[in-house]
């Protein structure tokens, strides 16, 4: 799907309304939410068009820095 596309302009809409609503508001259902469209966008976006995952692809948080 190129970048013109009106659906990936839409998936990457939706995308940034959930993390806004993440980063007011978070809570474990808005996470699901926030890694459920970005799994849905790497479905249909080639992995060099993907935004930066805010979560692991696991779905977890990011791992702690080492120290």
């Known amino acids: 799907m190129n970048k013109n596309h009106p659906v ?3 998936l ?3 995308l940034e309304s959930l ?8 809570s474990e259902r808005n996470r699901y939410r ?3 469209q970005e799994q849905l966008i ?3 976006v080639a ?6 995952p805010l979560f692991a692809p ?3 948080a990011p791992a702690p820095a080492p120290t």
């Open 58 to 60: 696991t779905g977890g």
């Open 12 to 14: 990457m809409a939706r």
């Open 42 to 44: 790497a479905q249909w």
């Open 19 to 26: 993390r806004e609503q993440y980063r007011q508001h978070p």
């Open 47 to 52: 992995a060099s068009d993907l935004p930066t």
């Open 34 to 36: 926030l890694v459920r």
């Open 8 to 10: 990936y302009h839409s």
